[in-house]
């Protein structure tokens, strides 16, 4: 294989190991896989048995469906002592969940995505169904990924937009324009909301946890439908999020 395409295979893998991703716990097809990872259907097949020699992936021998792999486990349980927190947000989450009657959520900044690590339903009967665990979007795509977004340098923002075209998956409302000034209001209000750009009526609103170098890393949200969202009640859902997401951030130092 000649040594420009082996990046060209490792990207293609990990676009299909983040499709199963989206696809737990019931996982996907060959067909759907491919689908969700950008990559013909024969390509995508190859890749999965590849990676299903490794043990990365699994395929249930009766429906046929590919599910993340035993080895992928145990790797992850080696990373997890540099990178997930979600023991020590456990507690805010439910306190969140408890106080406020809707469902949070903490997410983590991957690269230019973020990544639903965690969740607490709330006791509110109408739930938005937006968010849940292992779902990924663009910086600037949902509250959390919006609370990340403006809380980077602003030469960081500056790139991203430069390189990044979110209206033609997610529609004008992310244009370039708009986007930033969703990212004023958040600098403003320390908050980010999501006035159901992404689900028309579900509603979201996020604040970013800083790690030990004062970065935003995660983003603590709430979500729920748009009736709950009223303008007081934002002031008191967001200065609940800002002190729970300063909490998470002390504890994590």
Request: one cysteine or more; charged letters at 25%.
């Amino acid at each position: 294989m000649p040594d420009d395409s082996k990046p060209q295979l490792v990207a293609r893998a990990a676009a299909v190991l983040r499709a199963i991703a989206t696809l737990e716990p019931e996982g996907g097809s060959t067909a759907g896989i491919a689908r969700a990872a950008g990559l013909a259907r024969p390509t995508a097949h190859r890749l999965l048995s590849a990676l299903a020699e490794q043990g990365l992936v699994d395929r249930d021998k009766r429906s046929a469906r590919w599910t993340l792999g035993p080895e992928l486990y145990l790797l992850g349980t080696l990373a997890a002592a540099r990178y997930d927190i979600t023991d020590q947000a456990g507690g805010v989450l439910r306190r969140l969940a408890r106080d406020t009657g809707e469902s949070a959520f903490l997410s983590t900044r991957r690269g230019d995505e973020t990544v639903c690590l965690a969740a607490e339903e709330g006791t509110f009967p109408l739930r938005s169904h937006v968010l849940h665990i292992g779902i990924r979007f663009p910086l600037g795509v949902a509250s959390a990924g919006l609370a990340i977004l403006a809380h980077l340098p602003d030469r960081e923002v500056d790139d991203y937009l430069a390189r990044s075209d979110l209206t033609g998956a997610w529609g004008p409302a992310h244009g370039t324009a708009a986007l930033r000034s969703r990212l004023a209001e958040v600098r403003r209000d320390g908050y980010a909301t999501n006035p159901g750009l992404i689900v028309e009526g579900s509603w979201g609103m996020a604040a970013a946890v800083f790690d030990r170098r004062d970065e935003p890393a995660w983003a603590l949200s709430l979500t729920g439908v748009e009736t709950r969202f009223g303008v007081l009640r934002r002031r008191q859902l967001g200065e609940l999020l800002l002190q729970s997401a300063h909490d998470l951030g002390q504890s994590l130092r």
